[in-house]
């Protein structure tokens, strides 16, 4: 079998599907720790296949995992998925297509896609990157989710530790936000709401209220620090 | 455990809903500046909200306990630049020796 592709994709192509796998090594983590915090496999399967957004299904889990209700964990989760609406209108430009295809390729519009497209230069890499990106990224999410629930399902979540697995995935996940001014202070602001709050409100709702922290960007500064977010 | 289909239904719903106003319907019109530097804050206080929040509470109480040293190593772990599995193992495995003790 020959199968060669130009010079100029290749590049795209390799960091596609590094990343990708990258990506599946976290999905299995995510597959263990669903099923730790409550989720049957088909649940923690349908959550990859269908919300297809990684921190919010880890958020969700976390509020269900130490006890918090279905709105308590919708609240918080939505609010993390509410970034992809930022990144679609960034790349919305890129696409012309018809409305069905259009329609399609929103449900793969997340944190790495949304990366690997707008760091390209001209438009039919920026294509291949995104569709690459989001065929291999999608299939080793659910994969990886399958294979974790399956394992979780055979070991006891609290004895291994599995809780703080989570919190860990969340720590590694929120370092890259700190390299702004704003983004430390919305972590910081995000972390004192939450623990404040806890003795006083159901469980869930000051992750939720956490988000009032985000307001830590009406402060005028460097409009640059948005474009770097999203790159 | 209160985790059933209602959530995944409603999760996936509501991220896809996200997920198109952005894509389809808002398309190239622009939010002003400000709105999305606020929207691209979420990430930064809702990840250190739970971090703090699942590491220091139990039910609707503070808790001191072998997370905050699971949380420690993990934090020097990510700092480190180590990756989100190493990170991830590292974190669980150490709260799982501590509570093995």
Known sequence: MKFRLEPEVRPVVTSALALSGAVGVFALAFGVLAVGAGANVWQACALSFFTFTGASQMSAMTVIGTGGSVGGALGGALLLAGRNGVYGLALSPYFNESLGKRLLAAHFVIDETTAMMTAQTNPRLQKIAFWTTAIALFSLWNLGTLLGAVLGSAIDPHTFGLDVGFTAAYVAMLFPHLKTVNGRFAAAGGALISVVLAPFVPIGLPILASGLAIFVGLRPTDSSATAEAVQ | ?101
Not at chain 2, 9 to 32: D, E, N, T
Not at chain 2, 43 to 58: C, D, E, H, I, Y
């Open chain 2, 1 to 101: 455990m209160n985790m059933s289909w209602a959530l995944v239904i409603w999760l996936s719903a509501g991220a896809y809903v996200f997920k198109m106003l952005g894509f389809v319907v808002v398309g190239s019109r622009k939010l002003p500046d400000v709105l999305s530097r606020c929207l691209m804050l979420i990430p930064a206080a809702l990840l250190a909200a739970l971090v703090f929040n699942s590491s220091f509470t139990s039910g609707q109480s503070y808790a001191i306990d072998e997370r905050a040293i699971g949380l420690g190593v993990a934090i020097i772990a990510a700092w480190r630049k180590l990756p989100l599995i190493v990170v991830v193992i590292l974190g669980a495995a150490t709260t799982a020796f501590l509570r093995a003790l």
